[in-house]
Nanobody, 129 residues
Framework: QVQVVESGGGSVQAGGSLRLSCGAS????????MAWFRQAAGKEREGVAA???????RYADSVKGRFNSSRDNAKYSLYLQMNSLRPEDTAMYYC???????????????????????WGQGTQVTVSS
């Protein structure tokens, strides 16, 4: 079992940057897929970025080229660097952990909510125009 706690949210003007962090604890963290999700008011929770244990990443189209996710397995940490922020990025951001899925190309991590079993409480990001 893995526990995760997010930090680093806040308010920023459009075009600005924020860096979110996620601290993890629990056995086997380094083997899990880690991901960032977000949920805006009145909307479904959506996947933003996923990162496998080897550091390979997958991003939602809406954030490609602007967001970058990384992880430090030795520090049990996950990060999300968010640049060129837009008002539509305003949401509660969640860190999540889940087991890899097996596909035709091997094990992989997706941005599908159903892949993730362990969730943090979220950190708010607000982008003003």
């Amino acid at each position: 079992q893995v526990q995760v706690v997010e930090s680093g949210g806040g308010s920023v003007q459009a075009g600005g940057s924020l860096r979110l962090s996620c601290g993890a604890s629990g056995y086997g963290y380094d083997r899990y897929c880690m991901a960032w999700f977000r949920q805006a008011a009145g909307k479904e929770r959506e996947g933003v970025a996923a990162i496998a244990s080897d550091g390979s990443t997958r991003y939602a189209d809406s954030v490609k080229g602007r967001f970058n996710s990384s992880r430090d397995n030795a520090k049990y940490s996950l990060y999300l660097q968010m640049n060129s922020l837009r008002p539509e990025d305003t949401a509660m951001y969640y860190c999540a952990a889940g087991s890899p899925w097996w596909g035709v190309d091997g094990w992989y991590c997706s941005v599908q909510r159903s892949q993730y079993k362990y969730w943090g409480q979220g950190t708010q990001v607000t982008v003003s125009s």
